[in-house]
């Protein structure tokens, strides 16, 4: 089969591999219909995810129709269509069991990172009973895969997290596809005020065309200002940081009100400085998580409903033979444009 292969120093290519075969009576066999690429996808690219060895198939997003299952899986046979969870869950260890799948002692993020993974003709899914969920026979696809990964993880570590409510003020700095995904999401909540903050013109565009009331290009050093501007001088209910930078998550500090939450989604590689000395006395809240993909089939059935359109992230369309230039177009957003690019296997 084909499949895109990580072969360390930020180089990849497209490779024939043998079809994955059940390893364990809990596993399932996925034909892959449809993947996309990731921004963490471009972390192990560059060496930055050290549990990725060299040889591995990439993507732990998708979704395909189950081809054979193991002994052991009860929830889904041969032809069912599958969306296929970035978070592989065993259901049974402790920290499944409190919902906490991105820390299961034998999941968690491994698939495309420590197991082979979706950009491929087929893969291997462990513990297919609570990793893989059910398509409704009427549901788009290509919005589907939109949940492998970003929706959770833009609603549950950004917008659950960030408690964002009717009627109040929230801040994205980060407009990607997962800042875009917590701005579609939070809208489910009807807060009065959405700003976006991020470099890109073309990103934040976009995210007034999603919804944001209001964008802040943060190329002069006066986000906080114009933020205090927007918000009456209090600051925001709830920071959303979806970027993964020192000088984000200090922006986030500045602009949070009395009594509000920053909620981090963006994966940091360096030191942060927390100023706790100016906000030891503001009553806030910061939280941390790891997608734990628990959110999912809420997100199916709001997406079913038409309360939610993921699709509006997909930029561009290739086939699995062209996934090297959908790496290239994914990773030179800034030139292509690119939010999500589907690939079709
Ligand atoms: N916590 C989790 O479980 C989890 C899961 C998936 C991804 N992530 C992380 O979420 C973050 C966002 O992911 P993405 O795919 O949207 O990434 P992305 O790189 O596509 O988007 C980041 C955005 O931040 C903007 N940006 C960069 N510097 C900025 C600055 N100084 N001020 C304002 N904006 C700035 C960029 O222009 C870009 O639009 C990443 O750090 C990613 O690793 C976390
Ligand atoms: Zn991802
Ligand atoms: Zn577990």
Redesign the pocket.
């Given at each position: 089969m084909k499949a895109l292969v990580y072969l360390g120093s930020g180089s990849s290519a497209l490779e024939n591999r043998p079809r994955p075969v059940l390893a364990g009576p809990t596993d399932a066999i996925v034909r892959m219909a449809k993947t996309t690429i990731?921004?963490?996808d471009l972390?192990i690219l560059k060496g930055d995810v050290p549990s990725c060895q060299p040889g591995r198939i990439l993507g732990h997003e998708g979704v395909g129709v189950v081809e054979v299952v193991g002994p052991a899986v009860t929830a889904f046979q041969h032809g069912d269509r599958v969306l296929i969870s970035c978070i592989s869950t065993c259901g049974k260890c402790a920290y499944c069991r409190r919902l906490m799948y991105?820390h299961c002692t034998s999941g968690g993020w491994i698939l495309g990172n420590e197991i082979d993974g979706t950009q491929a003709e087929w893969v291997r899914i462990p513990y297919a009973d609570c990793s893989l969920y059910r398509i409704p026979d009427d549901a788009d696809e290509e919005a589907m895969v939109m949940l492998s990964?970003?929706f959770p993880?833009a609603f549950e570590?950004g917008v659950t997290n960030g408690k964002v409510e009717p009627g109040s003020t929230i801040a994205i700095?980060?407009?990607?596809?997962?800042?875009?995904a917590a701005l579609l999401t939070s809208q489910l909540y009807s807060p009065a005020q959405i700003i976006l903050?991020?470099?890109?013109d073309n990103?934040l565009e976009v995210a007034k065309r999603l919804g944001a009331t209001a964008t802040i290009k943060?190329a002069d050093g006066r986000?906080r200002e114009r933020v205090m501007e927007l918000t009456g001088d209090r600051g925001v209910d709830t920071v959303i940081e979806?970027?993964?930078?020192p000088?984000?998550f200090e922006?986030c500090q500045e602009i949070v009100a009395p009594g509000g939450t920053i909620a981090?989604?963006?994966?940091h590689g360096t030191k942060v400085d927390l100023h706790l000395e100016s906000l030891w006395d503001r009553n806030i809240t910061i939280t941390t998580?790891?997608?734990d993909t628990i959110s999912t089939p809420m997100l199916i059935h709001v997406l079913q409903s038409h309360k939610l359109d993921p699709k509006l992230l997909i930029t561009h369309r290739f086939k699995l033979d062209q996934i090297v230039d959908a790496y290239d177009t994914f990773a030179d957003?800034a030139k292509t444009r690119a939010l999500k690019v589907l690939i079709e296997a």
């Open positions: 990731c921004g963490s972390h991105s990964d970003i993880t570590c700095i980060g407009a990607g596809p997962i800042g875009l903050i991020d470099l890109d990103r943060n986000a979806a970027v993964g930078l000088a984000t922006l981090n989604i963006g994966v998580r790891l997608v957003a």
